[in-house]
Each structure stands twice: as C-alpha cells, then as structure tokens.
C-alpha cells in the first residue's frame, strides 16, 4: 500500500486556470507537508498542518489554499495559474516532532502551466 | 537558523569506486541531519538520519554518513558505486518545532550523482 499518494501525478494547464492536487497518507500521522521542488531541484517547504490546523505558511501566494477535511488529506488549490507555478509538487507526511523521524514523501505532481 | 550546503551541485563516479558526497550545515541548535535520495521522475526516499545518537550512520543501500560537530560536517559515503546509485541527492536539516509549529525540513540544493559503466 502506498503511504503517501498525490493525484494527479501530471498536471498541464493554461495560464488563469484553477487547479487542485490531492494528497493522503495511511500512516497515521498527524501531520502533513506542501514542498514545491523548482526546476532547478531546489525543495522548499509551502505549508505545515497538524491535525488539520495549519502551523507553517511561508510567505506563499494567496492564490494557494491547502485545505485538510481531515488529518489523513491535505488537499493544495491553486488559481489563477501563473507561469511561475509550473514545478513538482511533494506531499509529505510525518510525526509532530520531525526531528527524530523522517518525512514520507509523495511520488510528486509535476505541474506546466502553459 | 538552519541551512545545508551542499559543495558539489555534480560529482561523477565510476562503478565500482567511492562515493562521497559532501555537506556542511549551520544550526543553532543540536541538528537533526538526514539524506534524502530522489531517483528520476521519482519521489523522495530517507537514506539515513543523525538525531544526536552514534555519529556515524548506517543507511540503506551501503550508504553511511558521519556527524562532524567540530567540522559542521555530515558528508555522504558509499565504498563502491552501482549504477543504480545515479540519483540526485539531499542533504536536510531539520529545523525543530517552536510554540506551536511543527518543525520542517530544510533542504540543501541537491548534487547529483552520476555513475559511469
């Protein structure tokens, strides 16, 4: 069973549009991760939730909404698609304390915004 | 606050030989150091963690890791290169969580391995 699933796993759309990309983990975890990964592989982190509570939101456009109905799914809506959003999406899920852990990544949603 | 760099953005090897990848971090506090691989069109896969037990790390796959406070050091190792081994590779620094917060990963800028026949 997969422990950390994304869809879709591509995503080509137009510029203006308004896109969603899911994500759930089977871990049991309590809290879930948005990493955005650029073209020239650099990862970064976009938001934290714990137990459907948002905890880290880094200065990442208001046109991104996480949205977690619960503490298994961690869903990311983008709109209004800009050029600039096209890079690879990683859903991650870990314990609270991440330190003494690691993070389970998603196999990633590579989106192109044409 | 913490960071990672990593000193080679490319490092080639040929099958068969030693693998080093280096890092060096900055934190302020005791770190939480890990390795991530991430093979083609792939996700993120642990190798291995440092959390303040045995300075040298075991991972998976014959790779290891050594913590060096002194040398603010936790480079890569593997003895001989496979070519299932070519990969990008991340150094990660966990920053821990505060009031509140739930603590992240830090990544450094990746290096990618390639391994020649």
């Known amino acids: 069973d997969t422990a950390v699933s994304q869809t879709p796993k591509y995503l080509v759309t137009q510029m203006g549009n308004d896109k969603s990309i899911k994500c759930e983990q089977n871990l049991g975890h309590d809290t879930m991760y948005w990493y955005k990964q650029d073209s020239k592989k650099f990862l970064k982190i976009m938001f934290s939730?714990?137990?459907?509570?948002?905890?880290i939101n880094e200065t990442v456009p208001n046109r991104f909404s996480p949205k977690s109905p619960d503490k298994a799914h961690l869903n990311l809506h983008i709109n209004s698609l800009e050029l600039g959003d096209s890079a690879v999406y990683f859903c991650?899920?870990?314990?609270?304390?991440?330190?003494?852990?690691?993070?389970?990544f998603g196999q990633g949603t590579r989106l192109t915004v044409v | 606050a913490q960071s990672v760099t990593q000193l080679d953005s490319h490092v080639s090897v040929s099958e068969g030989t030693p693998v080093l990848l280096r890092c060096n971090y900055s934190?302020?506090?005791?770190?939480?150091l890990f390795w991530y691989v991430q093979h083609p069109n792939k996700g993120l896969q642990l190798l291995l963690k440092y959390t303040s037990a045995a300075t040298l790390v075991k991972g998976i796959n014959g790779f290891e890791a050594e913590f060096k406070k002194s040398e603010t050091s936790f480079h890569l190792t593997k003895p001989s290169a496979h070519m299932s081994d070519a990969a990008e590779y991340f150094c990660v620094v966990s920053e821990p969580p505060g009031s509140g917060n739930t603590g992240k990963l830090i990544f450094g800028q990746g290096t990618t391995l390639q391994v020649k026949p």
């Open positions: 939730y714990n137990n459907k509570e948002l905890i």
């Open positions: 934190s302020s506090y005791s770190p939480s």
């Open positions: 991650a899920s870990s314990p609270r304390d991440i330190r003494n852990t690691e993070a389970f």
